[in-house]
Nanobody, 128 residues
Framework: QVQLVESGGGSVQAGDSLRLACVPSGDTSGRTFANYAMGWIRQAPGKEREFVAGINWSTDTIYADSVKGRFTISRDNAKNTVYLQMNSLKPQDTAVYYC??????????????????WGQGTKVTVSS
């Protein structure tokens, strides 16, 4: 069973940067992690989960309007790692950030229903 593990969350000031990372653990046989479309989704306190950024197996990316120009999703398939570089953080970016994988699709996707494996989340707190 493949699981995803996030790291890199923390408490920062507005304007600071953080980089989140996501790696797979467990049984990664079959379609390899490098071929999964991946995404970052966040959930702020008292709110629904919302899409943040997605990447296909290569370099095609998509972003929520709220993070365009500030966040960058990338992947290093040699290291089996997906990153979310977050710059110019704002208090409204405070949330638990989840890494998620789409093991069936090949395109970056904003649809949360397309993601069939999820990590446990890493908390990001941005204070003003």
């Amino acid at each position: 069973q493949v699981q995803l593990v996030e790291s890199g969350g923390g408490s920062v000031q507005a304007g600071d940067s953080l980089r989140l990372a996501c790696v797979p653990s467990g049984d990664t046989s079959g379609r390899t992690f490098a071929n999964y479309a991946m995404g970052w989704i966040r959930q702020a306190p008292g709110k629904e989960r919302e899409f943040v950024a997605g990447i296909n197996w290569s370099t095609d990316t998509i972003y929520a309007d709220s993070v365009k120009g500030r966040f960058t999703i990338s992947r290093d398939n040699a290291k089996n790692t997906v990153y979310l570089q977050m710059n110019s953080l704002k208090p409204q970016d405070t949330a638990v950030y989840y890494c998620a994988g789409d093991r069936v699709g090949w395109r970056a996707t904003m649809r949360l229903d397309d993601y069939d494996i999820w990590g446990q989340g890493t908390k990001v707190t941005v204070s003003s």
